[in-house]
């Protein structure tokens, strides 16, 4: 799983590739949403982030009721259904 290319769809759009490093970091730090979909050639389909065993108790969420941490408190955006389009990958948006 280490060293295999990861692709993320979000919206419709699909980035990367990210190795599995990146992707364990990015999904830590927020940048990869629970339902982000995640593939890689040993996935059999796209899967929800939130449902990789390996990346279950890596996120670092912020604790409710504001804070002044970096970044604040988000508001999750209901799941869509991500239509992919065949083409080069981007580069995950912050």
């Not at 927020?30 to 108790?57: C, F």
Request: overall charge neutral.
């Amino acid at each position: 799983m280490m060293a295999e290319q990861w692709y993320i769809a979000r919206q419709g759009e699909r980035y990367g590739p990210f190795s599995w490093e990146q992707v364990a970091y990015n999904y830590r730090e927020g940048k990869i949403k629970n339902d982000d979909l995640l593939w890689s050639e040993s996935t059999v389909d796209w899967i929800r982030a939130d449902q990789l065993q390996a990346l279950s108790g890596k996120r670092s969420e912020p604790q409710q009721g504001g804070g002044t941490g970096q970044g604040g408190s988000r508001v999750e955006e209901p799941v869509r259904a991500v239509v992919l389009r065949a083409g080069p990958a981007r580069v995950l948006p912050a």
